[in-house]
């Protein structure tokens, strides 16, 4: 049986899976945005504004949700987050400001070329650095530097995220969102030459993702040592990693063959299982090497409650995305 | 500035933003869906564009009022770990229920501004209603977390540390109930009162516009019935502060001594050095009616409490006066629209009407900034009223002015886009006429222009 703290970390581990295959894919496709090129460079701004429009606010809400749970099962794990990651997240934060806000300016300010580029621009820089700065944030607390001491400004609050390994992982997130990004829009796309563009962007940064996984991996062994040693040890992960190695290849071979769908499904099983595994590998760890969701649960009423307030809300969520999905999301590519 | 005080300045900064998108997030969605409805009743296409132009209006600023949220989300930790670290289990719940609404408030909303064509009238009416419901949630969920700050309940107390927790008894606090209602009200009464003032502004320019004339009907609707509302809810929550939140009380109302058959006291600058509050306009009896309902009552005065549990008292003091006053001039121009209309059997438009209306747009939105300093400032020195102070839950971060300054600018910025945009939008509003009616003695009026 399940431990209620482990179970209200899994629906954590939910959460932000699906922030990172729906929210995600947002930030990539900002980064298409900022990447657009060639004589379809608008035809390819517009299909990343439709795709993004009608859905990009319930896709934020999943941060959001990642968030409250945090503080209301594991207080302290908040607390140390918050205070040890300051400049980072109010880096990420003005990063996720200035993007919603720039996008729905563009949605609706002049349609004149230099007024839409400009806010466009926001948007699509903004896009490019708040995945690398949330991934940052992420890699800080698997490093093993939040130490909750707080006597000397630069270890407190600067050398915890400053160190090649998070950065690495900042970028891993970014190239992960684009590739996301650009396999979707292959399916959103209508009109061939316009796929193919996606298709060409998806490849290239399937390649980035490889880079930036290797990267990641060989800075681990000094940058994030527990991790690494998980990774490297347990008895699931080369079952895990080898999974994910069949997907990632399957991605590429799909978007190669042109089997779009099944380069979807591919894309998104990849990167979700890029996320479980690091999500195995942190367990029990909230911040390692002090916090676990053991010695930072809240009292076992609270989790309690939480977890029926997350049952009876998912029934509620579920069905409603469905039909999101269903109304923006159907009957578009072939 | 010290990092407290920059803490605490980013901390207000931020919610006085955020509450102004968070209302409009609560209040235009009703306001659409009216218009919607009225369209699906009677077919009058001119109230089709008007839920369409509210709704993009909405877009723009739920868009402001999501991402200024989500900075809220965060900054309860970046600036105050120690009371999340407290209080995250007593009070996480209301926030994760937040957390659903918002989730069915963003799809209802994104099928609602991007589904006109996509799913049928009824379907997409529904989705309205989802919005406007879901809005109104977020806010009771929200406000219930912050009354528990003013009222906690639901742990025991040992050794400084909370024990036997229980969630649901901190949601059913004592401020709870009052608080919410309070809030929600001030949301329909200060949004109904700045589209009304707005659609005013331009009936003044084109008297016989009937999409205007719709569209002043319905927020003023909306926003008089709550206004006239607001002073009922205002006074319920008085007496609970009587109750539990006696300094709170004292300092509103410039009350240093305490009394029996204590004075209402209108205006005034309290002085905390000798303990007075000259220049203002005493009605006997007036504060122990109003907060005990018996002019004999006795009220205590701040000199009961120690000094250093007493918040600043004139900010307190003075932002009490301008949401009572605020709150009173929209409740006096909400019952004379209503006695107008019922007179004339229909949308009162002479010209000062019109004008009294622009007038007291901006009114609840000001009222809901006051009566939040009144809350928050008034429950100073402490973060959770009587448990723990503001200083013990500050970060141990320093350097806090930077972030405080960036995202003021930042929210300087958005804020002065946000106008300009939805400026843009007024002026493009459309023109609508009605067929003419035979002699209409307002053409001349409407010459003028
Ligand atoms: C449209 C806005 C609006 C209007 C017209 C009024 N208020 Fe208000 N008031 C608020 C908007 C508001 C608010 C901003 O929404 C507050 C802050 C916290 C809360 O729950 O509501 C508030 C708080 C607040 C409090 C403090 C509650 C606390 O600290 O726990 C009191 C005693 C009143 N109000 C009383 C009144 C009275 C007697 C009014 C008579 C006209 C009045 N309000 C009009
Ligand atoms: C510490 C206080 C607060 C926090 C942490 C907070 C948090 C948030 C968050 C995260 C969102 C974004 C939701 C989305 O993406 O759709 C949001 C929006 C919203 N908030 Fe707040 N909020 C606070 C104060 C308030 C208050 C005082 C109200 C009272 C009316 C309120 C009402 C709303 C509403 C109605 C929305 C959705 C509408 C919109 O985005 O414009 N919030 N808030
Ligand atoms: C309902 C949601 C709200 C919550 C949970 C909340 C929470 C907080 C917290 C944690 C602080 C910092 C600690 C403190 O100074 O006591 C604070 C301060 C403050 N908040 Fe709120 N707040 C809410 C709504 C608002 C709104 C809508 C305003 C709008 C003006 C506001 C105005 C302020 C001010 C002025 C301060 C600074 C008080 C001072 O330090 O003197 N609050 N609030």
């Avoid at chain 2, 997409?124 to 009771?140: D, E, F, T």
């Avoid at chain 2, 607001?230 to 009394?259: H, N």
């Avoid at chain 2, 932002?319 to 004379?336: D, E, K, R, Y």
């Amino acid at each position: 049986m399940l431990s209620i703290d482990a179970l209200i970390s899994g629906a954590m581990m939910v959460s932000l899976t699906f922030y990172a295959l729906l929210g995600g894919a947002d930030f990539g496709g900002g980064v298409w945005d900022l990447f657009a090129s060639g004589s379809r460079k608008r035809a390819q701004r517009e299909l990343i504004a439709e795709a993004i429009g009608p859905v990009w606010e319930a896709n934020h809400v999943w941060l959001i949700l990642v968030v409250v749970l945090l503080f209301t099962a594991f207080p302290p794990a908040f607390a140390g987050i918050a205070t040890a990651l300051h400049i980072p997240l109010t880096l990420m934060l003005i990063g996720i400001v200035l993007r919603g806000s720039a996008f729905t300016f563009r949605s609706y300010d002049r349609k004149t070329d230099d007024v839409q580029r400009r806010w466009g621009r926001v948007f699509s820089i903004t896009s490019l650095i708040t995945p690398v700065l949330l991934g940052v944030a992420v890699g800080a607390i698997s490093s093993g530097r939040i130490r909750g001491e707080y006597s000397d400004f630069a270890a407190a609050f600067v050398s915890p995220w400053l160190a090649p390994f998070p950065f690495a992982v900042g970028f891993f997130a970014l190239a992960l969102f684009a590739f996301l990004a650009a396999v979707y829009l292959t399916l959103e796309a209508r009109d061939e030459a316009l796929r193919e563009d996606f298709r060409l962007r998806a490849l290239a940064s399937a390649a980035a993702v490889g880079v930036m996984a290797l990267a990641v991996f060989l800075l681990a062994e000094n940058g994030a040592p527990v991790i690494r040693h998980s990774l490297t040890w347990s008895w699931w992960t080369w079952p895990l990693q080898s999974s994910t190695a069949v997907f990632a290849v399957g991605a590429i071979y799909a978007l190669w063959a042109r089997k779009f769908r099944l380069a979807r499904i591919c894309a998104a099983a990849q990167v979700a299982l890029i996320l479980w595994g690091w999500g195995a590998a942190q367990y029990p760890y909230l911040i390692v090497p002090d916090v676990t969701i053991y010695n930072s649960a809240a009292p076992a009423i609270t989790l309690r409650l939480v977890w029926w307030a997350l049952l009876a809300g998912s029934a509620l969520l579920f069905p409603s995305l469905y039909y999101l999905f269903r109304v923006f999301k159907r009957g578009r590519a072939t | 500035m010290d990092d407290l005080l920059a803490a605490r300045s980013q901390m207000a900064m931020s919610l006085a933003f955020h509450i102004i998108f968070a209302v409009a997030g609560v209040a235009t969605p009703l306001m659409m869906c009216i218009a919607e409805w009225r369209w699906l009743r009677t077919r009058d296409e001119t109230y089709l564009t008007l839920a369409k132009r509210w709704a993009k209006g909405t877009a723009i600023l739920f868009a402001v009022g999501a991402v200024s949220g989500t900075v809220l989300s965060f900054e309860l930790g970046l600036l105050w770990p120690e009371f999340m670290r407290w209080a995250g289990a007593i009070i996480g719940m209301p926030f994760s229920l937040e957390g659903f609404a918002f989730f069915t408030e963003a799809i209802f909303l994104g099928i609602y501004l991007y589904g006109w064509d996509r799913v049928s009238p009824l379907a997409h009416l529904a989705a309205g209603a989802i919005v406007a419901l879901s809005g109104a949630a977020s806010a009771v969920f929200v406000v219930i977390a912050n009354a528990w700050m003013n009222t906690p309940t639901g742990f025991r107390l040992i050794d400084g540390k909370p024990v036997d927790i229980d969630p649901i008894a901190a949601m059913m606090n004592p401020a709870a109930l009052g608080q919410t209602i309070h809030m929600l009200l001030a949301a329909y009464a200060a949004v109904g009162f700045a589209v009304a003032g707005i659609h005013a502004f331009l009936l003044l320019r084109d008297r016989r516009n009937i999409f205007h004339r719709h569209a002043l009907a319905i927020a003023l609707a909306v926003g008089g019935v709550s206004a006239v509302l607001q002073p009922v809810s205002g006074d319920l929550l008085g007496q609970m502060l009587a109750r539990y939140q006696p300094v709170k009380l004292a300092a509103m109302e410039g009350q240093f001594k305490t009394e029996q058959g204590a004075p209402l006291r209108i205006g005034g600058l309290p002085d905390e050095e000798s303990a007075t509050t000259p220049h203002s306009i005493e009605i006997p009896y007036g504060l122990s009616l109003l907060a005990f309902h018996d002019p004999k009552a006795v009220v205590r005065g701040l000199e009961d409490f120690p000094r250093d549990v007493w918040p600043p008292v004139a900010i307190v003091h003075i932002a009490f006066q301008v949401m009572v006053t605020a709150g009173a001039a929209m409740a006096l121009v909400a019952l004379c629209a209503a006695y107008m209309a019922w007179r004339r059997k229909s949308l009162p438009d002479s010209r000062w009407f019109l004008r009294a209306v622009v007038a007291a747009s901006p009114l609840g939105l000001i009222a809901i900034e006051a009566g939040w300093t009144v809350t928050e400032v008034g429950r100073q020195p402490w973060i959770i009223q009587g448990v723990m102070r503001t200083a013990q839950a500050v970060t141990p971060m320093t350097g806090l002015k930077i972030p405080f300054v960036t995202f003021t600018l930042i929210y300087i910025f958005l804020a002065a886009v946000v106008v300009w945009l939805l400026a843009r939008q007024v002026a493009e509003s459309p023109r609508v006429y009605a067929e003419p009616e035979g002699a209409d003695n307002r053409g001349r009026e409407y010459a003028f222009d």
